[in-house]
Each structure stands twice: as C-alpha cells, then as structure tokens.
Nanobody, 124 residues
Framework: QVQLVESGGGLVQAGGSLRLSCAASGRTYSSYGMGWFRQAPGKEREFVVAIIWSGGSIYYADSVKGRFTISVDNAKNTMYLQMNSLKPEDTAVYYC?????????????????WGQGTQVTVSS
C-alpha cells in the first residue's frame, strides 16, 4: 500500500503561482512512477504531468508545458508541482497518483494509488 497526501492548494489570481505537495508513505519503493492529474467540475480527470523513476523521464500535458514543473525530494518522499502563470482554466481539484507498473502514464486507470485531492481555484 502507498498513502498519498496532497497539500498546497488555494485561491490565486490569474498570473499567480502555487506549489502543490504530495507526501508519500508506505511501500513507496514499489512505485514505478507518479503523476499529477486534475478534475474540474463536470469534467473527466485530466492528465497533467508524470514522472518515471527509472531514467527520470518527465511528461507534461501540452496545456501546462512551460508553466508547470514537477520535482521530487527523495529524502522527504515528497513530490511537488510548481504552477506558474496560472489561468482560470487551471481551476480544478488536483490529485497525485502512484503506479507500480509500466503502461501509459497518460491514463488515470494506469495508477494504483491516489491522494484525496487539493482544490486549486484561479480567479480572473
């Protein structure tokens, strides 16, 4: 089992920044990779960014490329999502997720464990 806890969400004006955190505990050594997803009201859960531990490959959704940055502090078992130049369309609940096997990083179904989510609201 892997437990994930997100934090750092909040209300910010358009153009502002937020940093989300995802603290992992449990069998984190069994993780193949992790990612961030988001879900806006009435919409499906959407891929944001993924990192694969082996080789350190990182993949961003086109909608956030150049504005969002994923990073990891291994000593703290914590993953971060730095979000800059935020737009109202970035408003959503943001989830971190972990997966123990390969497969398309893009699909939520590839992930085994999820956090509870943290709300990000960007006002115009």
């Amino acid at each position: 089992q892997v437990q994930l806890v997100e934090s750092g969400g909040g209300l910010v004006q358009a153009g502002g920044s937020l940093r989300l955190s995802c603290a992992a505990s449990g069998r984190t050594y069994s993780s193949y990779g992790m990612g961030w997803f988001r879900q806006a009201p009435g919409k499906e859960r959407e891929f944001v960014v993924a990192i694969i531990w082996s080789g350190g490959s990182i993949y961003y959704a086109d909608s956030v490329k150049g504005r969002f940055t994923i990073s990891v502090d291994n000593a703290k078992n914590t993953m971060y999502l730095q979000m800059n130049s935020l737009k109202p369309e970035d408003t959503a609940v943001y989830y971190c997720a972990s997966r123990g096997s390969s497969g398309s990083y893009y699909y939520a179904r590839a992930y085994d464990y999820w956090g509870q989510g943290t709300q990000v609201t960007v006002s115009s």
